[in-house]
């Protein structure tokens, strides 16, 4: 209830350095309350915003997390609301002299023991799902293959009852672009390791019209297919042999027919929380987010560490501002060199478009207690847990190591879901205090809410509610352990995400950073 006056006011300072707190109580606090420590409100703040601790100068640091989220570009008095409207943003992090590999943790001891219920394929990735995934080289085809997947969903998949799903990776790229333009690989070796992805089962297949620029050999190499290497894998429209549009379609189900013979043959098995590739993901966020939901996260990431997983963060945007953070974490220099690269090429990539980092928060972010995208920055990178940053990978490719991974990425929910996918990611983290109905279709998607107002009412579309955590019923241990025996369950098929109850998945979204010709 708004402004329950049964409810004490409660706000919540995060590091002793700071000058502002958050407010926690649903609704915000009028003027004139007084919090437990004597400070009593000059305005009415809302919920998740935040409040001056002390008298704050003009141009004086504003401090959050124990670190400068921006300067006040007017006096702020104690007690009073402060918000975008009164800070000034600060200048980014130099990328030229971050301290590299200077505080790199201790390796925690391992987790034994820790298994779930996966497929397991032949080059040795583990699925949490059995899906059918018909790969598409030009959006021309998608109309076409869509009518075909409802088709065989109807028509066939029953037949073959352990397999999981049948998804179209369908897009808008493939022809009318710059196919050999620099940055043309981050779209294509994207759309080549989704059709790759471990829960896909190594078996893919490719629909084409046939006069496209991105050519199915070019998509997918038969040296990529090692399994289906004496098989056919591609069907394209325009061959001579379909002589309508039905011959199109009953290829294409032929085709399918093969996989899900093969696909249906897999049981889950035992394997090793080693083999889990969990990504991480923040969305709709707000200033809650960096103080329950992703450090609950960033626990439950050392947890899996600890057990042997790979951990997938991603976000550029939201990383650059705390990269200082990640550099001095890094495992050695190299990886922290290679964090630096994707940090200074999405910097270029933001000025050739004539955009600077402040175009990151969003409205919601705002409204949600975010000032600017150095806050979000802070608390976003808290759901990287506490342990080494082992790897640096691009955008679009294959992770292939263990440990706490950087797979560089937009910070757009979509495109980041949809790269974290080509880089294997077989179960998702999403985070989310403003609330989202966002899901995937290749991946389980465990949804995280920083509030528990927002988890109580959007009860069916949360799984874990971290706001307890603000209110002091619950710990960040406790809700980390939760999340990690979680992912446990819904990896092995024993329970099921809000997201895939109510079949909420989203496009897949390529990121193009190239010419549309």
């Given at each position: ?345 999405y910097d270029d990539y933001l000025l050739r478009g004539s955009v600077d980092r402040s175009a990151n928060p969003t409205p919601g972010n705002k409204k949600g207690g975010l000032t600017n995208i150095v806050e979000k920055a802070l608390g976003s990178v808290a759901k990287a847990g506490t342990s080494r940053l082992a790897g640096v990978f691009g955008p679009g490719e294959r992770v292939t190591k263990k440990g706490l991974i950087f797979a560089a990425t937009p910070a757009s929910d979509f495109i980041c879901g949809t790269l974290q996918l080509a880089a294997s990611m077989n179960l998702h983290v999403f985070t989310t205090g403003r609330g989202t109905p966002y899901g995937l279709a290749m991946a389980p998607v465990i949804k995280v ?69």
């Amino acid at each position: 209830m708004r402004n329950d006056p049964a409810s004490p006011p409660l706000c919540v300072k995060v590091h002793a350095r700071d000058n502002v707190a958050i407010i926690v109580n649903e609704g915000g606090l009028p003027r004139g309350t007084r919090l437990d420590s004597g400070l009593v409100l000059v305005e009415e703040v809302p919920e998740a915003h935040k409040v001056a601790l002390v008298d704050i100068a003009e141009g004086e640091p504003i401090l959050r997390y124990g670190a400068v989220i921006g300067y006040a570009n007017t006096p702020i008095a104690q007690g009073s609301w402060v918000h975008e409207g009164v800070t000034r943003l600060p200048q980014p992090p130099s990328l030229e002299d971050l301290p590299l590999s200077t505080e790199v943790p201790e390796l925690l001891p391992p987790l034994d023991g820790y298994t779930f219920e996966g497929f397991l394929n032949d080059d040795g990735s583990v699925g949490t799902k059995n899906i059918l995934g018909i790969a598409t080289t030009v959006q021309c085809v998608a109309a076409t293959v869509d009518f075909a997947v409802k088709r065989i969903k109807a028509e066939l998949l029953p037949r073959y009852p352990n397999v999981d799903d049948v998804i179209a990776i369908t897009h808008s790229y493939g022809c009318g672009v710059a196919i050999q333009a620099p940055g043309a690989e981050i779209p294509i070796r994207t759309l080549r390791n989704l059709s790759l992805n471990p829960n896909l089962g190594g078996a893919p297949l490719v629909v084409s019209l046939g006069c496209e620029k991105l050519q199915p050999l070019q998509l997918m190499p038969a040296s990529t297919l090692p399994v289906l290497t004496e098989a056919p894998y591609i069907v394209r429209l325009q061959d001579e042999r379909h002589l309508s549009f039905s011959d199109m379609v009953a290829s294409i189900m032929e085709m399918a027919e093969e996989r899900l013979i093969r696909l249906n043959a897999r049981r889950r098995v035992p394997r090793p929380a080693a083999d889990l590739v969990v990504g991480l993901q923040c969305g709709g966020s707000d200033a809650f987010s960096g103080v329950t939901a992703n450090p609950a996260l960033g626990y439950a990431a050392d947890l899996l560490g600890r057990a042997g997983a790979t951990v997938i963060f991603s976000e550029v945007t939201e990383v650059r501002d705390a990269v200082h953070l990640l550099t001095a974490r890094a495992a050695d220099e190299e990886v922290a060199r290679s964090l630096i690269r994707e940090m200074a090429w999405y910097d270029d990539y933001l000025l050739r478009g004539s955009v600077d980092r402040s175009a990151n928060p969003t409205p919601g972010n705002k409204k949600g207690g975010l000032t600017n995208i150095v806050e979000k920055a802070l608390g976003s990178v808290a759901k990287a847990g506490t342990s080494r940053l082992a790897g640096v990978f691009g955008p679009g490719e294959r992770v292939t190591k263990k440990g706490l991974i950087f797979a560089a990425t937009p910070a757009s929910d979509f495109i980041c879901g949809t790269l974290q996918l080509a880089a294997s990611m077989n179960l998702h983290v999403f985070t989310t205090g403003r609330g989202t109905p966002y899901g995937l279709a290749m991946a389980p998607v465990i949804k995280v809410a920083s509030r528990s107002a927002l988890a109580e009412r959007w009860g069916d579309l949360v799984d874990v509610d971290a706001g307890t955590i603000a209110t002091g019923a619950a710990t960040i241990q406790q809700v980390g352990e939760q999340i990690f025996h979680l992912i446990l369950d819904v990896a092995s098929g024993r329970k099921q995400t809000c997201a895939d109850r109510w079949g909420l998945h989203n496009e897949f979204v390529l990121f193009n950073p190239t010419p549309v010709t």
